[in-house]
């Protein structure tokens, strides 16, 4: 390739387009990276969509088509209750989680309330621990039995919470969602052109009523963002519903879906196909109109003026009262939930009734170490993530190439459609891509596999690794891929050497999340995995299936301790820094 | 797992290596050579798959013994749910994936649709000479082991006084003073599964529903006897039935949560699950499955489920050879005539949306 | 009696002094202009008198009102002042219309509905922008924004206009044409003024007043006529107005005039002042208006006749066309001495006419 480059350089004519190389293998390569980020979404989809018109589960070879199926799922009452029950709890969650994390982000990015960086790492340590984890911890401490709840009620009499109920369910699911609101607004609060403020200051406003009627309108695009991802966030959820949902009597659509890949009486493949598909119209009908939303945002972009550091808030006396609210708020949501995890994990079995000091053991870890089963569980999860994150990370750095740095004529839909899966829910891809193995014969090799469970998990956290590029991209001046081009490089050779290498921190960053990502996921892999390639996450829920609370917290503690040591180990050696 | 052995445990190794060392010569006849042909045709094998609702922790045991006669058989034991189980056999067979060579299950009615489908390989297994009737209700299907439902209580929520043996007593004492147990007593939710559907079908029919009716207002119901186990030990319910006695058993080896948590056999009728084994048409590793049955129904093996927790059942298998009960022992204690058997009813099958409607009425769903 | 009264205001930065001691008044409907370069203080004066900056010591008074004093520990917040701040960047809330924005400082003050709207009105009428009054300030030009940012603070009748260096943003013309706009409405409505700006141009043409600055500093206050024709420092001399700088050695006094030799040995004749005496090192400020080129016909006539004008020669270094006129650089005794004149030379030395009376003054500085 360089020969035939320098040889038709040596004469004053720049090489002619389409002499001496393969013109069309920029086109193929674009293509082919396309087709692969469209066959990923639809190995999810299109299997859900055909179950929905069949009369038979989709490997059965007497299948036929019926629209029966939706006829069906209108009259079903429990499915409307779950899907009612979903919205719900989606609905009030994101109201929760968006009014907390909102506060938060304001309080750290605008005030000088002490100690704002460690009560900003802290608010995001949950965003890289899974909600599993979370959820088991708030059972031990807040649950009908939990420690705090015994606590208060010795104290009180009675205890003014009750998790067994879809208002409390909710607060929690809230909880969990206000560290991505957090996250999203205060990258928009960082970049806000401060004279905007001082000049609601120098008309005479004061500080609230800036908040209300300055600083949140201006954020706006990242608030309506952050509430639609955590509007999908609660449909999705799947262990808030799992350990919570079943006392207090409770289906939400995605426990269904779950006890349906258990137990639970015969299943009708094409009711649930239908159900599935109106569940994924719903959403998708939520993130266009997100879309339309944020498409007036150009109003928002304001000319700066004069070069001046945000100035933060003085909260004058309020310091310490609002410094306290912060860190109470954090230890009771988060700090205590994950100490109660961990002393549960060394305990035989946690109840207030007697005291934990004579009850600690090692027997949780042991059972789980001397078990080739969960051991290999544990070691899945660190392979796939480690593995099924870089190639993820190679896949989205390639599409993100595409998207921003080329011609390709459908880079904008191709942006959409690796986007989309912010749309699915985890325990529905895991569901579509099952079927599509079960239907498809070429496919059924990978059936039990942690391939499987790579391809999954890549296709759902597209979205991520693009989130964490596209920026860096973007910053990247385009006259160093011109200057490349008007050498002679073609733009897959530009790509290689100039792009990527220039990249590379953001490479990096991408490849931290989607580890992270990865190593937290579960709810995909519900239909997925099969003995030999179970997860951490299955393996957590199969114990707390059974009742086994103390070894579920063990390898919730594993996982957490795995997660910080990676996390520590990117900072030092990838030099990626994990906070706001 | 060692530490989790108790003397008496450790007691009966000794018989049971000396049964292997019986039973290690080959029996004559016709059931031998198919024996012989077994062993040299399981050696070629990849792996036997066993698709069932027994605990992992509960696997662990009976595996070890059975490798210690067949050490080159390479087992993996799946506890997957009753419903599970079979489905996915059904979609994996259908695909040609190496599926469900053996299936152990407590699940009349899903046993009751695979023999329909006509999934069921007719073996017969030399074994099953030794065995009562009613654990061979058809050509191919045998009985793992008996387990029984059981009563379980707080004893720090419920003085000695209180404890109950019955699942009368336990009415009494709900019915004594509602505000105080309203949802704090569990079972299981006979909606959630065939086996919880079967539990209570079972006792619906045999005993009426007047215990129930008591029952049902205060009880909030779960999907797995290890939740409400948990549950009972940390105070969130003050007692359970219908518990499945193999849960109950291995935890209560944890000396601490002895302190917490008792059981009883229910005096005045124990429900008692007759585990179903077979093996699937479309297994794959067939010679090794045959040899698993016959394993699962000797003498050694009904030894070594009993110590992992479940109930054996053959007649020879005494008391003291296992460290929990035996369906003998079970007699024994509460008389023959209190003994109910879950067995593979048809009527569960057709009788299922109306009994359901019912039960959820009466526990408030 | 003073409208606005600032004494003494430092603000300091560990060893670096922001502000420096600043001192002045303002009387009532006076428009004073705070100049400088970049650096020197006086945006961050002007959001000190509005409370968006701290400073570390002096004292801010408005009427009768105490704003700050650093001593009593005295500090009201902005959003107490009822100051009129227009930002250099002319900060239009972007999610509000134009009417919007202008109602926003009435709403806080409560005012009703209807009686805000009229007001609003008027104003947006008063700044020429009520047919725009619906759009979004993306929408509008940089020109239309600067009035609406005016109009959003006139509407609630400020006690004090704060200006921060609100033509900067514009081009040329438009420049031109919004500075006799803003003063006229400023001296219409009579309010008193504070206004930034590092172009001189600006100050001498919109004040009443000007305060020139410099690394934290006053360096003058006065009109800007007086500004213009005694400047204080030969900084202020060429900051505003532009001047050429020769350094020369106080030879003579002779019939109220100094006679200076410059480096090259010619002579230079300013006006005689009690501070000059012979064998001083002095800094001579001619403004390039004040230089004229002579032929060597007519120098030779002016040699022998009136004994006011300077005769210097000199090499010329380089020459531009401006179009009107040329600018030529001339070499005079090791300095360039800049100006203007409508002929095209053709030879390489010139002869320079400099007024006794137009030149200015100063001790001897390094570097001027």
Known sequence: ?580 | MSHRITRRQACCTIPVAAAFALHASRPAGAAGAQLADDIERSKKESRLEIYSNVGTLNWEIIVKAFNTQYPWIRVEALDIGPEEAFERYYAESASGHHSADVIVAASPTSWLRFIGKGELMPVAAAEAAQLPAWSKPYPGLYTFSTDPLILVYNKLLLPVSEQPHSLAQLAQLVASDPGRFRDRITTYDATAHPFALAAHWTYAHVRGWSLLDVLGPATRPEDASGSMIEKITTGEYSAGYFVSGTSTFVRTLQTARDKLIGWSLMRDGTLVFARGIGIPKRAVSTASARLFLEFALSHAGQIAIGQAGLTPYRPDVKSNEVPYLTYGSIAAEIGDKNVIPILYDRAMVTDQNAFLARWKKVYGM | MPRLSVQNLSKRFGEVRALDGISFDVAEGELVTLLGPSGCGKSTTLFAIAGLDRPTSGRITLDERVFFDAERGIVVPPEARNCGLVFQSYALWPHMTVRENVTFPLKIRGARTRAAAVEVDRVLELVEMLPFADRHPHELSGGQQQRVALARTLVYRPGLLLLDEPLSNLDAKLRERTRGWLKELQSRLGLTTIFVTHDQTEALSLSDRIIVLDGGRIMQIGTPQEIYRDPATPFIADFIGGSNFLTGTVQALVDGQAHVSLADGQILSVAASPALAPGQRITVSIRPQSVHLVSAAAADTLASAGRNANLLRGRIVQREFLGPCYQYSVSIADRLVRFEAAEDLASNDATLAVQAESCTVFAFEVGK
């Open chain 1, 1 to 580: 390739m360089s020969a035939t480059l320098s040889a038709s350089d040596r004469g004053s004519a720049p090489p002619a387009r389409g002499a001496a190389r393969l013109p069309a293998r920029d086109r193929l390569i674009q293509f082919a990276l396309a087709a692969i980020v469209v066959l990923l979404i639809a190995t999810a989809l299109v299997p859900v969509l055909y179950q929905s018109v069949l009369a038979a589960p989709i490997y059965d070879l007497t299948r036929h088509f019926t629209l029966g199926n939706y006829l069906r799922f209108a009259k079903s009452q429990e499915l409307h209750a779950a899907i009612a029950n979903s919205f719900i709890l989606a609905t009030v969650s994101t109201l929760v989680g968006t009014a907390i994390g909102v506060l938060f982000a304001v309080v750290v990015a605008r005030t000088n309330m002490p100690g704002r960086r460690i009560a900003s790492g802290a608010m995001l340590l949950p965003l890289y621990v899974s909600h599993l984890i979370l959820s088991v911890g708030w059972f031990i401490m807040y649950g009908p039995a939990g420690y705090i709840t015994e606590l208060v009620r010795g104290a009180l009499g009675f205890v003014p919470w009750n998790l067994y109920t879809i208002v409390g369910m909710s607060a929690l699911a809230g909880i969990s969602s206000a560290p991505l609101t957090f996250i999203l607004c205060i990258g928009s609060l960082r970049l806000l052109d401060p004279s905007m403020e001082d000049a609601a200051r120098s008309v005479g406003a004061p500080p609230l009523r800036i908040l209300w009627s300055v600083t949140l309108p201006i954020i706006r695009p990242a608030l309506v963002y952050s509430m639609m991802l955590n509007f999908i966030g609660g449909l999705e959820m799947l262990s808030i519903p799992l350990i919570f949902g079943r006392p207090a009597r409770l289906q939400f659509f995605t426990s269904l879906l779950y006890s349906f890949a258990g137990t639970g009486t015969v299943p009708d493949y094409g009711l649930i196909g239908a159900a599935v598909v109106f569940f994924l119209l719903v959403i998708t009908v939520f993130v266009i109109v997100q879309g339309m939303l944020l498409r007036k945002a150009a109003r928002f972009t304001a000319i700066r003026g004069k070069a001046s550091r945000p100035k933060p808030f003085d909260l004058g006396r309020w310091r310490v009262p609002v410094a306290a609210a912060v860190y109470i708020g954090l230890l009771f949501a988060f700090a205590l939930p994950l100490a109660g995890l961990i002393l549960r994990a060394f305990v035989e079995f946690l109840t207030p009734l007697m005291s934990p000091w004579q009850l600690l053991t090692w027997d949780n870890f042991t059972l789980i170490f001397s078990s080739p089963t969960y051991v290999r569980s544990i070691r899945n999860s660190i392979v796939i993530a480690a593995f099924g994150g870089a190639i993820a990370t190679v896949l989205i750095a390639l599409v993100t190439v595409v998207i921003h740095r080329s011609d390709f004529p459908w880079r904008r839909q191709l942006e959409f459609i690796a986007l989309y899966p912010r749309a699915i829910p985890g325990i529905i891809a895991g569901l579509g891509v099952l079927w599509a193995v079960l239907w498809i014969p070429f496919l059924s090799p990978l059936l039990g596999t942690i391939w499987i469970l790579i391809i999954a998990f890549t296709m759902l956290d597209l979205p991520v690794g693009y989130g964490a590029l596209s920026p860096v991209l973007l910053q990247i001046d385009a006259d160093l891929d011109r200057s490349a081009r008007s050498v002679g490089a073609d733009w897959w050779t530009t790509c290689r050497r100039v792009v990527l290498p220039i990249a590379k921190t953001g490479l990096f960053s991408a490849y931290v999340l989607l580890f992270l990502a990865f190593f937290k996921e579960y709810a995909a892999a519900t239909f997925l995995y099969a003995h030999g390639s179970e997860i951490i996450g299955i393996s957590m829920l199969e114990f707390w299936g059974i009742g086994e609370v103390g070894p579920a917290a063990a390898l919730g503690v594993i996982q957490f301790a795995v997660t910080c040591v990676f996390i520590l180990a990117a900072q030092k050696w990838l030099g990626v820094k994990l906070h706001a």
